[in-house]
C-alpha cells in the first residue's frame, strides 16, 4: 500500500514562474492538505482540500492556489514566484470523520527559486 | 507567542539516555500529534492523542489537556532516534488542520 507520495522531489524555478507540485493521497483517504516548511521552521498550513473544494485556508496571498481531482489526488500551485517561496512543500492526506484523524505525510518538494 | 511552543529547541544525548520534549499549546484542541522529521524531510506521524498517555516501542507519550501540555519520552535512545521532533495540534473546529511548533532537534551519540 502506498503511502502519500509528492512529486517532484526538487525543483528549481526563476522568480515571476510558475510551479505545480503534485501530490497522491494514502489510499483510502479523501482529504488532502499542503503545508509550507521554510528552512528550520515548522510547517505552515496552505490549505486544505476535501471533495474537490479548498475547505479551509491558511495566511498565504492568492498566488497559492490549488486543485483536488476526482482520485483525491491533488495540486499545489505557485504564481508569480518569489525568492522567499523557497520551501520544503508538504502534502499529507487523512480521512474525513468528521473528528480528528491521524495524517499521513509525504517526503516533500524541495522547491528553490533563484 | 506561538500557538504551539516546544522546549528545548536542540538537545544532544549519549546512547542509552532517557530523553524528554516538551510541548505546550495555547489554544483548545481536538488531537495533539508528535511527528518525526529526518533530514531530507519526510515527516513521520509518531503519535496522536486528545488524552492520557500512549506507548510505542521506546517511545511514550502523555498528554494533560487541563495544563495545555504534553511530552514526548525516549528511553534507551539510540543514534538512530536523532531527528527533529515536532509538536503539532489540531484546533477545534479545524478538521485535520494541523498546527506546528518549530521543532526539537535531537542529537544522539555513542
Known amino acids: 500500500d502506498a503511502g502519500v507520495t509528492q512529486s517532484p522531489t526538487h525543483l528549481i524555478k526563476t522568480r515571476g514562474q510558475q510551479v505545480t507540485l503534485r501530490c497522491s493521497p494514502k489510499s483510502g483517504h479523501d482529504t488532502v492538505s499542503w503545508y509550507q516548511q521554510a528552512l528550520g521552521q515548522g510547517p505552515q498550513f496552505i490549505f486544505q482540500y476535501y471533495e474537490e473544494e479548498e475547505r479551509q485556508r491558511g495566511n498565504f496571498p492568492d498566488r497559492f492556489s490549488g486543485h483536488q481531482f476526482p482520485n483525491y489526488s491533488s495540486e499545489l500551485n505557485v504564481n508569480a514566484l518569489l525568492l522567499g517561496d523557497s520551501a520544503l512543500y508538504l502534502c499529507?492526506?487523512?480521512?474525513?470523520?468528521?473528528?480528528?484523524?491521524?495524517?499521513?505525510f509525504g517526503q516533500g518538494t524541495r522547491l528553490t527559486v533563484v | 507567542k506561538n500557538e504551539v511552543e516546544q522546549s528545548p529547541q536542540n538537545l544532544t544525548a549519549q546512547e542509552g539516555e532517557f530523553i524528554t520534549i516538551n510541548c505546550s499549546y495555547s489554544v483548545g484542541i481536538s488531537a495533539l500529534h508528535w511527528l518525526q522529521q529526518h533530514p531530507g524531510g519526510g515527516i513521520v506521524s509518531l503519535f496522536m492523542?486528545?488524552?492520557g498517555k500512549k506507548k510505542h516501542g521506546r517511545l511514550i507519550a502523555t498528554i494533560n489537556i487541563q495544563e495545555k501540555h504534553s511530552s514526548l519520552h525516549i528511553t534507551a535512545s539510540h543514534p538512530r532516534d536523532s531527528a527533529v521532533y515536532i509538536c503539532a495540534v489540531s484546533p477545534k473546529g479545524s478538521a485535520s488542520k494541523l498546527t506546528f511548533g518549530t521543532g526539537t532537534r535531537l542529537q544522539v551519540t555513542l
Open positions: 492523542l486528545s488524552s
Open positions: 499529507a492526506s487523512s480521512l474525513n470523520q468528521g473528528w480528528d484523524t491521524e495524517a499521513f
